[in-house]
C-alpha cells in the first residue's frame, strides 16, 4: 500500500498533477528540504509550482524502490527538464536540458503521507544550469 501510494507521489504529483495534494498528504503535512520547511498541503503544492515553473517538459522517474519500512518509504529518482529561464544566477542558455538524481524519505500517517525529507544532487543541478556554488 505505501509503495503504491510512493509511487502515486512521484509519478502522478511531482510530475505535475499538484490537486494531488490534498489526497495524498495528511492536513499538517511538513516537507524538509535543505534550506526550506513546508507545510500542509497548499504549501507543498506552491512548492512544486516554483519548482517546475523553470522548467518545460518535467519528467521525474522512479529508479530505486520504493522500499517500506513500517511506516516510513524511501526511493531514489531522477528529474529531467528543459530549462525554460528565470533561476538567479544561473547562465545555462533556455533550450539546456538538465537531469539529476535524489533521494527521498517518507514518513506515512492514515494512508497518507505526513513528513518528507528530501536530498537531491545539487551540485549536478547547478553545474548544467551554470550556477556558480
Known amino acids: 500500500m505505501l509503495a503504491d501510494l510512493y ?15 490534498g489526497e495524498l498528504v ?4 511538513i516537507g524538509h528540504w535543505p534550506g ?5 498541503p497548499e504549501g507543498l503544492a506552491e512548492a ?5 515553473e523553470p522548467f ?5 522517474t522512479l529508479d530505486v524502490g520504493p522500499i517500506v519500512d513500517g511506516d516510513l518509504v524511501a526511493a531514489r529518482w531522477t528529474f529531467a527538464g528543459v530549462y525554460r529561464g528565470g533561476l538567479p544566477g544561473a547562465t545555462a542558455p533556455e533550450g539546456t536540458g538538465v537531469a539529476f538524481s535524489g533521494h527521498d524519505i517518507l514518513r506515512a500517517r492514515e494512508g497518507r503521507f505526513a513528513e518528507y525529507w528530501v536530498i537531491s544532487d545539487f551540485r549536478a543541478f547547478s553545474r ?4 556558480s556554488i
Not at 48 to 52: D, K, M, S, T, V
Not at 56 to 60: E, I, M, R, T
Open 128 to 131: 548544467q544550469l551554470g550556477i
Open 26 to 29: 495528511t492536513p499538517d503535512f
Open 48 to 52: 512544486l509550482r516554483q519548482a517546475h
Open 36 to 40: 526550506m520547511d513546508v507545510s500542509g
Open 56 to 60: 518545460a517538459g518535467v519528467q521525474l
Open 7 to 21: 509511487r502515486r507521489w512521484l509519478l502522478e504529483l511531482w510530475n505535475g498533477d499538484f490537486a494531488l495534494t
